[in-house]
């Protein structure tokens, strides 16, 4: 049946983009319209939208890249060393949040952890030696995503730290992510006192392998299956991680008792008092999925969006492993304390790949009990989530919100979503210390810049093989 | 004593339409001397600088409001009350998050149709979100690159969709009239347009004559170039052949080339249905069709629709105007249909035809079919030994009363005559008797069939 016979039952509802007079024609006519709040895309970005959209391979490989995404069954397999997990790329080297950085442009928290770092491992016996030697060059600096790992904030990750090794049941990729140190004053946050690097070493001689034991004899836990159930609770996962962590706790708790009977009081006392412990078991899981929808050609879907403290980075399906970045912006939120913008560092940390999986930013409907840092009203909540499903290609099959009828979140960027919309994604986050060594001032929402996005889109339209010059008329027009 | 006001907004679009009666609305607001609210294209700065005003720099994405007024923040005022009365209202179940694209708005409704009109350079995507959903769509814009058309229709054809476009001013999809378009009975016949004015007159003097249409599927201006291929007007006439509420198929056509117009004539000749050509501009040399079913212009392809059906045909009604001043000398035409106006001048013989509907008169401003304005001026410039011969097209979308603006025009101007073709139905809208009437009262003598008001005109010389 065509859709002119199709017409006997009654006039079609028609999607009206552009005059609104010509909708009010339909109006007067009693034809039911939905109009389209269409504006014009991102300035430049015209032709090139053109260009990706009418890449052949386009929508099969969106189609591809957006289902491996949300099919992905991520799993906490193991908690390791990182001079284990990471042997290889690790070296010598130091892992980093968000895209390449070099200690000259680096910002201060990253700086503070790095410094921490050296410390940590014994390379500098203060941190006026260990700031020698990293600007000396003496250690080199990689990003965590160029080694299937991602860090919060500062995100450095040295041989000595315990990872969180999650892996992908269904694709089959595995990803790591550094443990947990709290909150206050923290490696993360680019703080390096006494009390840090103590803390950190306790991590290593007694949480580390206290949690490897537990989970050996506990057997994968599921994050997916985690995850979806503490949003029904109330998380969000990039910004509120408490319900999850009581899943986890309760998930491990037994094993962690069975497996070091005289350390599991201490070890359970930590998790419990840090309500933020599953976001790095959950980043894992993030980056497990997001790296399944990788390196499929002509994908405009964004597989990674990180930050170094100093650039904001994309990188996209179709792209490989190039970086798309522009400057970092300072987030607006709330304070803690007395500190206030002014103390604020730009934007820092890997902990954007929970938006890059359809969480945090994405998912603020499914939590009202964060509203107040970022944006103020639960109505604000469920409008960004809403406005999220503009500039995604799927909703999340297993990750849904109970408020907005158990909808799945919005999961997928796509940059020639965003460059016609104009709306970048929400990201929830925390803020550091832009001084060295401060450590958290706050938290709230952060705007990723836009050039980082038309960067990776004019990228993709270069890929993109003359659209417009297939030439098959003359064959079909025949037909 | 009055102040001046340049205001530059970034990033707050309005269609150019919608902006059009803001500022219509705001320079008649008492204590405004001149205000104009419009996009910063090219053309609106100009247009705003030649009212006087200092314009700030801005792209071509910023909203421009520029007002002279006794109080100009009141008048700022008032037009941020008119701007924010265009906000669309959020649709229910969604607050607060209207679809942003074409894409967004399929996915949240069933529809069964897509009409895009967003500036040209942007349509693709749009279009392009219903091509890849399975929708039918109509591209009104204009301005659209002709590469950009050949891949949305290779793509509608690898999908079996139908692409009205662009440029496609107007279309009826079972009585359903989208872009502008006349209110027609429903009836047995069926039109693939490349030209949407042309297809207006053809179907408004059916609808005179008591024959109902079943759709016009409008195929843009380019369908049938070399380029193009015709891969709608292909697919369009087998969708009428396909339909059965359509017995007999009207095509009208423009100067198509050569391959394309025997691909053309081949499928036509290959349909179980007769298929009245209405070749504009010139015969096709490869044209099988039989003899009667082949017409010169316009009026004439209507005439032998109706023979073919067994239907009469009337005499179609005219409304003589008051006698020529002076010794006329010469036609000029002010058009606002692109194929009207190629049909006058043809008829005509002679004589300085401008359509106003064109792309070079419509970037950035309003169609000729809504906003009189230049042509208002342009009767304003003719002079003594001037016909102006003119249309005035009725319908959805179009100006709801063009005689409103054009009988004051029509009654100052200095020319000898003024003659109107006047396309419409009397479903329409505006009422074609009473536009007629307006317009011969002014002095125009008026004609339901534009050839006829061209023969009329050139009678007057």
Sequence with gaps: MTFLSALSQGPPRVVTAGAGLLDEALAAQAVPTTPVAWRPPLPGTA????????????????ELAVRRLTTARPRLVGVRRASEALAGPLD??????????????????????????????????????????????????????????????????????????????????????????????????????????????????????????????????????????????????????????????????????????????????????????????GMAAAKAATDAARDVPGSSLVVAMAR??????????????????????????????????ADANPDIGDSTITETAGLGGFAMAASPAIVRFVGGEVADAVRATLSMYEITLAEHPAYQIPGLGFRGTPVGVDVTLVARTGLLPVVNTGIAGRVPGTGQ??????????????????????????????????????? | MSGEVVLVRQGAYHDSVQLMRVSRALAETPGVEAAMVAMATELNVAVIRDLGFTVPPAAPGDLLIAVRAADPAAAVAEADRRLAALEPAAPGGEAGQPPLTTGSAIRRTPAGLVLVSVPGEHAFCEAHDAVLAGLPVMIFSDGV????????????????????????????????????????????????????????????????????????????????????????????????????????????????????????????????????????????????????????????????ALRALGRPVPAWPSWPGRPPRGAPKAIKGLYSGGTLSAEAALVAGQGDFVDYGDDAYTRGRAHPMIDPTLRVEALARATETDVVLLDVVLGHAADPDPAATLVPAVARTPAAAVVVALVGTEGDPQDPHRQAAALREAGAAVHLSNAQAARHARSLL
């Design chain 1, 92 to 281: 010598g080297a130091f892992l980093h949040a968000g895209p390449p950085i070099t200690w000259e442009r680096a910002s201060g928290p990253m700086r503070g952890a790095l410094v921490g770092a050296m410390m940590l491992e014994g390379r500098a016996g203060d941190e006026h030696e260990a700031a020698r030697r990293l600007a000396a060059g003496e250690v080199a600096l990689r990003p965590c995503h160029e080694h299937g790992a991602v860090g919060p904030m500062a995100g450095v990750v040295s041989p000595s730290m315990w990872l969180f090794e999650v892996r992908d049941e269904e694709h089959g990729g595995t990803a790591y992510c550094s443990l947990n140190e709290g909150l206050g004053k923290v490696l993360r946050y680019g703080a390096y006192g006494p009390e840090v690097l103590e803390r950190l070493r306790w991590m290593d001689e007694v949480l580390g392998p206290v949690l490897a034991a537990a989970l050996a004899a506990a057997g994968p836990l599921d994050l997916r299956a985690l995850a979806a159930q503490a949003l029904q609770m109330g998380d969000e996962l990039h910004n509120r991680n408490r319900a999850a962590t009581s899943l986890l706790l309760r998930a491990l708790a037994p094993a962690v008792a069975e497996a070091a009977p005289d350390r599991a009081a201490q070890v359970l006392r930590f998790i419990d008092g840090n309500d933020h412990f599953f976001l790095n078991a």
């Design chain 2, 145 to 304: 690159p002709v590469a950009q058309e050949r891949r949305l229709k290779e793509l509608a054809e690898q999908r079996g969709v139908l692409v009205m476009g662009p440029d496609c001013g107007t279309a009826s999809i079972g009585g359903v009239g989208l872009g502008f378009a006349n209110v027609l009975a429903p009836g047995p016949v069926g039109v693939v347009a490349a030209s949407g004015t042309g297809a207006q007159q053809v179907t408004s003097l059916l609808d005179w004559a008591g024959t109902g249409v079943s759709h016009i599927l409008g195929v843009g201006g380019r369908d049938l170039s070399a380029e193009v291929g015709g891969l709608s007007t292909l697919r369009a006439l087998r969708l009428l052949e396909e339909d059965p509420a359509t017995e007999l198929i009207v095509l009208v056509s423009k100067p198509a080339a050569p391959e394309v117009a025997r691909a053309v004539e081949e499928a036509a000749a290959g349909l179980s249905k007769p298929v009245v050509r209405a070749l504009l501009g010139r015969p096709s040399p490869a044209s099988s069709a039989p003899v009667g079913l082949v017409a010169a212009d316009l009026t004439a392809a209507a005439e032998a």
């Design chain 1, 441 to 479: 001032v706050g938290a709230g929402l952060v705007k990723p810049p836009v050039e980082a996005f038309t960067a990776a889109l004019l990228a993709l339209a270069d890929e993109v093989s003359d659209p417009f010059e297939n030439g098959h008329i003359s064959t079909s027009a025949r037909q």
């Design chain 1, 47 to 62: 032709d090139a939208l053109a260009r990706v959209l009418a890449d052949p391979r386009r929508q099969a490989a969106n």
């Design chain 1, 308 to 341: 170094n403290g100093t650039d904001f980075g994309v990188q996209v399906s179709g792209l490989g492993g190039r970086w798309f970045t522009g400057p970092a912006g300072v987030p607006d939120g709330l304070y803690l304390g007395s500190y206030g913008p």
